[in-house]
């Protein structure tokens, strides 16, 4: 049986990466209900945010990764790719990274 999908496009696609052919993704499952619904009910994990291993939303020493792009878990639980290792431009998340964080991410370096 298939799955369908219905994707919605926000806007334009930012792009995180400083160097966009040297980086590692793998996917991670966003748990939708560590999500907070904004004002219109949707359910939206920016692009750029900072992710533990089970795929919350973080930004402390148990951070993971960094979202590649941005998901709606509003329908439930989504998969979506966390940058592992690589060079990540700071001015494009969301959140600036704590000391923590930025410690945690080891294989990751933010300018």
């Not at 990466?17 to 907070?36: E, M, N, R, W, Y």
């Amino acid at each position: 049986m298939s799955k369908q999908v219905t994707r919605t496009i926000f806007g334009e696609k930012k792009n995180i990466l400083k160097v966009g052919d040297h980086f590692v993704a793998i996917p991670i499952k966003i748990d939708a209900t560590a999500i907070t619904a904004d004002a219109i009910g949707k359910k939206v994990v920016p692009l750029g945010s900072i992710v533990d291993k089970t795929g919350k939303v973080v930004n402390d020493g148990t951070a993971f990764g960094i979202t590649y792009n941005e998901i709606d878990v509003t329908n439930g639980t989504e998969a979506v790719s966390v940058v592992i290792h690589g060079f990540i431009d700071g001015s494009q998340l969301p959140v600036a990274p704590s000391a923590t964080a930025i410690t945690a991410l080891k294989q990751i370096t933010i300018f």
